[in-house]
């Protein structure tokens, strides 16, 4: 599913769509980690997807383009697979880009 949804990000003008899954949460003292943040049980892990875009206009106009578009109801499984009360959505603009 998540090749199919960054092919659509692709499609309609996302520059990169990526996901990561969390590989080292160990904690420096005095570093809040996220496990501690987000209170990972055990057995659950960490995924975090960035979609990169233009602009904050350019994102805007895809993202209607994207949710418009029949492919993204044909790639969203009819039962979610994983706990959707726990997914987060932000936009962000760039702060540092070296």
């Given at each position: 599913m998540a090749e199919k949804a960054?092919?659509?990000?692709?499609?309609?003008g996302a520059l990169a769509y990526k996901e990561y899954v969390a590989s080292d949460l160990k904690?420096?003292?005095?570093i809040t980690s996220f496990p501690?943040?987000?209170?990972?049980e055990a057995g659950e892990t960490l995924v975090y997807a960035a979609v990169e875009f233009e602009c904050e206009s350019h994102r805007n106009e895809s993202m209607q383009r994207i949710f418009a578009d029949p492919e993204m109801n044909a790639i969203m499984p009819k039962e979610p697979f994983f706990d959707m009360k726990w997914m987060v959505y932000g936009g962000f603009a760039v702060l540092v880009d070296v």
């Open positions: 960054g092919n659509l990000f692709r499609k309609h904690v420096m003292e005095g501690g943040i987000i209170k990972l």
